[in-house]
């Protein structure tokens, strides 16, 4: 996903909290089927929405939060941006005029990286224009893959616009990262890389052709911070011995630092957050000690008494804290979007369109795992029902698919909410797609 940049200057900031948002708010999801991808955003927008919340949902398929929302918008897929930009006529208009608080969750459902960015600035410039940002309950929500993207947009990281041109004749450091497996682009971008450090908790198609392995701690092994979608910084803590001589994260970076004359922290986890408020302006201000800090939480009911009234989890180790609004009142540059231009199928070629969900994907539940080998994602196609009948296959048979250079197998799953002309495709799940693009797809049999 693009648009973390944007995040920073016009997310969601301190005080902001899905947990109180009623009648006042008015909540947009665009591009994302939270059901699916953010299961626990899903539930508090839902809750939001029976408090009284005006949800508006944006997506070219149904969703699960069709049911709870205020209005439905359907466009095709490269329409996201108009869709953005048309809010504020008829019904959706209405909605959005009356609320005091405007909150914006944008995902990357059919786009890739430059329709992402696009996306983001619309959603972006909308709340800018509305007055929509540096004040509680108001402002914008990437709906990221991974657990501390927003981090690392705070950190001042960016997606690179080619990387296997990036890649190509470098030195390359790559961390918690399997570019090699995710892409046959990107391995054979690689396989020209001057020289290739991997960091990395387990094997992977990339330690197979690195130069040199630093063995990794797992998040369970070690602490740390995470900072989430939401803009919160949390603490984590170690639940489990860690395992032969890995090490920490920053541990292995400051001591390759240190070989290159660079001094970082090390040792204490404590001391590295304190480098990082002193340094990063996203987290002036915060200690380590402010995100450990807790209050009582409610209801208490179920923690030491006779039945079950709601939690049973009492929180000693942090609340964490928001990080500040980056927009106090005063506007900021945002680049006009433009409207992604989504290549046509021809022929028998169906649109392959690239969605998220929330799979584990090998590196959570081990493959030595039997009982929970069944839980790790598979790779899949989605087809609407009159789409499969014309290629002649039903639901849970293997296909072959194939598009621009990649080729594989995925299983079908029926879908009768999305286009004809369309098929699903899950990120990451055996498949290196990165944006909507023509496809073949071939009844097994046929191809063998």
Known sequence: MAGGDLRTMTGVGEGTNFGMMGAETAIVVVASNL????????????????????????????TKLDRFAS???RYEYGEEVKAVQHLSGAKTGDSLSAAQNVVILFGSEGLGVEGNANLAAACARFLQDGGYVGKPNNGLIGVWERANDQGAWEMGFDVAEDLAEALKGKAVYIVAADPAGDDPKLAQALETASFVVVQDVMQTATTGIADVVLPARTFTEREGTLTSGERRVQRFYSAVPPTGESRADYTITAQVAGHMGIDLEGFSVSAVFERLAASVKSFAGLTYAKISEVKPQWPIVGRGDM????TTYENTMGLGAHLPAATQGEAQAIERPHREKVPRPKGDELLAVPVNKLYDRGTTVMQSADLLRDRIGHPTIALHPDAAKNLGVEAGQLVHVSFDGVSGEARVKLDPTISVEVALVPREMGFAIREPIPAQIRVLEQVQ
């Open 71 to 73: 209005h439905v918008v």
């Open 35 to 62: 059901y699916e991808e953010a299961p626990i955003w899903y539930l508090r927008v839902k809750q939001a929405a029976d408090r009284g919340a005006n949800l508006i949902v944006l997506n070219p398929r149904e």
């Open 307 to 310: 039945y079950y009234g709601g």
